[in-house]
């Protein structure tokens, strides 16, 4: 009976150590996604968003009117893998970018558990603590 507590002890302590290794493991904390339509300059112009990750296909969605917003919301994976991806698009300009990548500095990018992006004129936005920084220009073409 005692060895069987023993290897128990031994066993618990392996795998805590296996999730402290990781990183993630005690992660259980919802991360969002939000992507909004700011194109000030193009009103009512319709903003189309795809976003995906290696496991989810979350469909298309179309922000029709300034200030609309998409979001999504999830967990970062046991491995500490998690990634998505967004293709925006509005007449014939297209941009695909990571929105969300679970790494430390990507996280620290967006602040708080949550990404926010705005599709502004000029390209993709993200709000960190209220200080916007342009990451991604819009190019010509629309992907499909």
Not at 63 to 76: A, E, M, N, S, V
Not at 90 to 113: E, M, P, R, T, Y
Request: net charge negative.
């Amino acid at each position: 009976m005692k060895q069987s507590t023993l290897s128990r002890f031994y066993l618990c302590m392996f795998l805590l150590a296996l999730c402290f290794g990781i990183g993630t493991c005690w992660d259980f904390r919802k991360y969002h996604v939000y992507i909004s339509n700011y194109l000030e300059g193009y009103p009512n112009t319709t903003l189309e968003v795809h976003c995906k990750s290696g496991d989810d296909d979350l469909g298309l969605h179309s922000l029709p009117y300034y200030g609309d917003t998409y979001g999504f919301k999830f967990r970062i994976n046991y491995f500490g893998t998690t990634l998505f991806f967004c293709d925006l698009w509005w007449n014939d300009l297209h941009v695909v970018f990571d929105a969300f990548v679970s790494d430390d500095k990507f996280i620290d990018q967006c602040g708080d558990h949550s990404c926010n992006w705005d599709a502004q004129d000029d390209g993709i936005y993200l709000d960190n603590n209220n200080i916007m920084t342009l990451k991604y220009k819009w190019s010509k073409g629309k992907l499909m």
